[in-house]
């Protein structure tokens, strides 16, 4: 960052930098929305990104007609709002514009092709050591910014290995402009899994969507207002169950019995169930007419993968030209983060929302709270004001010693 005073004592035979503000992994927008906090209690940081660009998720990672989930008032974060003429559910440029401005306004310049290999905190220098190829960073806090959608998910399909054509995860899909007249399997029911199947129909291919859990799909919107606004609104005066109840009845009276579609309802109602395994329901754009008029073709779980298509569990067989994995994202924290036990083997905050921010040591995690950009922002205003108390009481010891 600009505000970063030449605070970094190099040693360049070690390639050894002591940092004095906290050591920021990761510039995706919990990154920089932390660092945006930082600043405006006065508190420098540094942001070491492994990609060479901000929002590297968004920027390299999605497809070309994504756009935000949620409404945008839902999506903004800390300290700079989206730009008035933005529509109520932004794109992914839009996305990325927005997020290129907030780093240009606050002066936030990662260190940008730095993996973090190890990070791990030292009890004798009390200060956290961070790895990355060619240096070691040291200093006495770490904020963890890695992202629940860190890693594509690739499951093991028996056989995908002697499919003829291409197997592409959806962190690789663009458009379906690639895949014109193509028979299609989608394997994967989410968000990623319903778009990317809507968006194959547009540049007319064929998908077939292997739907192998249940899954709560909701109308993006319930009279002309956001489905999660509803919830969000129903959930202060009602209990869950009974908003749960309430957007289970609309789902039902304005998309019909979604369990004829082949996609079957969990017994758990949607919000429920996301709060209790972050699954999140699906919000159709446009998919379920598309299933309606037996465009997407939905399909039981796949048993294996034959050179030419793919065997189904209910016994039937089909050919495909090609096969995309919409199966999710995982956190790589556990690949990298050492000698903690705050994070689970999935790479998640033990301590369930709103307390997974802060650890022992300095130690601090933002954007993992499976409440997309609203838990980010939550979450880099509880780690910068913490911070920030120490911050002061630091520096005014240091002040102290100065005087003496
Ligand atoms: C298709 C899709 C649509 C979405 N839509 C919405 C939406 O509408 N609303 C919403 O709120 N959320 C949405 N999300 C959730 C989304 O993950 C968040 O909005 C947001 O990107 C999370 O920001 P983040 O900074 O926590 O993680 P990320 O955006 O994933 O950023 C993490 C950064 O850390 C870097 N990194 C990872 N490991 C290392 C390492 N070892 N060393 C250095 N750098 C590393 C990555 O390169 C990346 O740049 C969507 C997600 C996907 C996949």
Not at 292 to 304: F, L, N, P, Q, S
Request: glycine share 8%; proline share 6%; aromatic share 10%.
């Amino acid at each position: 960052m600009a505000s970063l005073r030449k605070q970094e004592e190099d040693n360049d035979e070690l390639n050894c930098l002591f940092v004095h503000g906290p050591i920021i992994v990761g510039a995706g927008p919990s990154g920089l929305a932390v660092a945006a906090c930082l600043q405006e209690h006065a508190v420098p940081s540094l942001i070491l990104e492994r990609s060479d660009c901000i929002a590297s998720l968004w920027q390299q990672r999605t497809y070309d007609r994504l756009k935000l989930h949620l409404p945008k008032q839902f999506c903004q974060l800390p300290l700079l709002n989206f730009p008035d003429y933005f529509p109520k559910y932004p794109t992914k440029r839009q996305f990325i514009s927005y997020m290129e401005s907030y780093a240009k306004h606050f002066s936030i310049d990662p260190k940008f092709r730095q993996p973090v290999l190890r990070a791990e905190f030292d009890p004798l220098t009390g200060l956290w050591t961070v790895q990355t190829q060619d240096f070691h960073y040291f200093s006495r806090w770490l904020i963890v910014a890695t992202g629940e959608n860190a890693e594509p998910v690739i499951p093991e399909i028996p056989g995908i290995d002697r499919f003829r054509g291409p197997v592409l995860h959806t962190s690789v899909y663009k458009s379906g402009s690639e895949f014109q007249k193509q028979r299609v399997l989608v394997v994967g029911c989410g968000n990623s899994g319903m778009e990317v199947s809507l968006d194959l129909c547009r540049h007319n291919a064929n998908p077939h969507m292997v739907v192998r859990n249940s899954v709560h799909i909701l109308p993006r919107e319930m009279f002309g207002v956001s489905t999660f606004s509803v919830a969000m609104l129903l959930i202060k005066w009602l209990p869950l169950r009974l908003v749960d109840k309430f957007l289970l009845l609309v789902a039902n009276f304005t998309l019909g019995n979604t369990d004829k579609l082949g996609l079957r309802r969990p017994k758990t109602g949607p919000i429920e169930l996301k709060n209790a395994t972050g699954k999140t329901p699906v919000l159709d754009v446009g998919a379920l007419s598309q299933i309606k008029a037996g465009k997407i073709k939905v399909v039981e779980g796949v048993k294996e993968i034959t050179r030419n298509g793919a065997k189904f569990v209910d016994g039937q067989e089909r050919e495909f030209d090609s096969i995309i994995l919409a199966t999710g994202y995982k956190s790589n924290v556990p690949s990298w983060l050492k000698g903690t036990d705050f994070f689970t083997q999935d790479g998640m905050p033990k301590p369930p929302f709103p307390n997974g921010w802060k650890g022992e040591n300095g130690l601090y995690a933002v954007g993992f709270t499976r409440r997309g950009l609203l838990g980010t922002s939550s979450d880099a205003r509880n780690i910068a004001t913490d911070i920030a108390d120490q911050w002061r009481i630091i520096n005014k010891d240091i002040r102290k010693k100065e005087q003496l």
